[in-house]
C-alpha cells in the first residue's frame, strides 16, 4: 500500500500564497503521475495540478498561473505552492499518486488538509 499524508493547510486572506506539502511512502511503487485535488462543500473533487513521471505538468484552468506543483529532490514528497488565492480556492486538498504496484495500477489519495481564503 502506499501512504500520502498532507500539510501546509490554513487560513490565509485573499491575494496571499500558501504553500502544501505531500510526503509518499510505502510499498515500491513506479509512478506514473503524482497530483493534487480539491473539493468544496457540495462539489465533486477535481484534480487542479499533475505532474506525470516525465516531468510534464497540467493544471486546470481556474488555477493556471497561480499554483505550481513541484516534486522534492527525493522524489517522495510533492508541493502545491498557491499563490494570488481567491476565496473560490477554499476547499480541502487533497493528494494524488497514481503508480503500479507490482502490475497492479492504483490511484492514491490523502486524507486532505483544509485550507480557507478568506475575503
Known amino acids: 500500500q502506499v501512504q500520502l499524508v498532507e500539510s501546509g493547510g490554513g487560513l490565509v486572506q485573499a491575494g496571499g500564497s500558501l504553500t502544501l506539502s505531500c510526503t509518499i511512502s510505502?510499498?515500491?511503487?513506479?509512478?506514473?503521475?503524482v497530483g493534487w485535488g480539491r473539493q468544496a462543500p457540495g462539489d465533486q473533487r477535481e484534480l487542479v495540478a499533475q505532474?506525470?513521471?516525465?516531468?510534464?505538468?497540467h493544471y486546470a484552468d481556474s488555477v493556471k498561473g497561480r499554483f505550481t506543483i513541484a516534486r522534492g529532490d527525493t522524489g517522495n514528497t510533492l508541493y502545491l505552492q498557491m499563490n494570488s488565492l481567491k476565496p473560490e480556492d477554499t476547499a480541502v486538498y487533497y493528494c494524488?499518486?497514481?503508480?503500479?504496484?507490482?502490475?497492479?495500477?492504483?490511484?492514491?489519495w490523502g486524507q486532505g488538509t483544509q485550507v480557507t481564503v478568506s475575503s
Open positions: 494524488n499518486a497514481m503508480g503500479y504496484i507490482g502490475y497492479d495500477l492504483g490511484d492514491y
Open positions: 510505502g510499498s515500491p511503487f513506479r509512478l506514473v503521475a
Open positions: 505532474s506525470n513521471s516525465g516531468g510534464a505538468t
